[in-house]
């Protein structure tokens, strides 16, 4: 079953301390992305990578980190120094070939900081 | 940066009813992407636009590609309650970055 897969689904944390969201996919795909999603705001790209090793801060990587040592995974870290870090984090993939631009979502993990 | 207008931001409607919603930029895009999003789930993707004038179906849904290259439509007919949710529109603006710009939602409400 090809698919992405985020966890942990819920994840409470201490202000203060930083925490880490998997995502893992078994598509094949290059590139992965990592989008933030608030009320009301839509979905906002956090970071994303086209290339195992690389990858590209997006519109609001403050307090945010990533990492990309394999195709199929990119975690992200949520910063102690993210001044709101409370929301539902999503992750997605696609090719660059081809229908590049089709991006799949993972199932989210919302991030509640305490 | 770029941004999409995605309207209505809500609709109530009574189950079997037509739906329709759109997505406006003020630049020219060369993808529009419609997806679905259940609530504490992430975006399913619905239906994919790549050319000015494309109308594509998928099940009850069409989409269109606005001549323009402006805008996007989507359409629901007979709408049944598990349609209920909220729908975004995302594009990639020509000549810009290959980041997806997303509107902010549609969130549909189906009375049974």
């Known amino acids: 079953d090809g698919g992405i897969t985020q966890s942990p689904k819920y994840l409470f944390r201490k202000e203060g301390q930083n925490v880490t969201l998997s995502c893992e996919q078994n598509?094949?795909?290059?590139?992965m992305y990592w989008y933030r999603q608030d009320p009301g705001q839509g979905l906002r790209l956090i970071y994303y990578?086209?290339?195992?090793?690389?990858?590209q801060k997006g519109d609001i990587a403050e307090g945010y980190s990533v990492s990309r040592e394999k195709k199929e995974s990119f975690p992200l870290t949520v910063t102690s120094a993210q001044k709101n870090p409370t929301a539902f984090y999503l992750c997605?993939?696609?090719?660059?070939?081809?229908?590049?631009?089709?991006?799949?979502f993972g199932p989210g993990t919302r991030l509640t900081v305490l | 940066g770029q941004q999409l207008n995605q309207s209505p931001q809500s609709m109530f409607i009574q189950e079997g009813e037509d739906v329709s919603m759109n997505c406006t930029s003020s630049?020219?895009?060369?993808?529009w992407l419609w997806y679905k999003q259940d609530p504490g789930e992430g975006p399913v993707l619905l239906i994919a636009?790549?050319?000015?004038?494309e109308l594509t179906s998928n099940g009850r849904l069409t989409a269109q590609f606005g001549i323009t290259r402006k805008d996007s439509f989507l359409n629901i007919s007979a709408s049944i309650p598990s349609d209920v949710g909220i729908y975004f529109c995302?594009?990639?603006?020509?000549?810009?970055?290959?980041?997806?710009?997303f509107g902010k939602g549609t969130k549909l409400t189906v009375n049974p």
């Open positions: 995302a594009g990639l603006a020509q000549g810009g970055s290959e980041k997806l710009v």
């Open positions: 598509l094949n795909h290059d590139a």
């Open positions: 630049s020219i895009f060369n993808t």
């Open positions: 997605a993939s696609s090719a660059l070939a081809g229908s590049y631009n089709e991006q799949f």
């Open positions: 990578s086209q290339i195992v090793n690389d990858f």
């Open positions: 636009l790549y050319k000015a004038g």
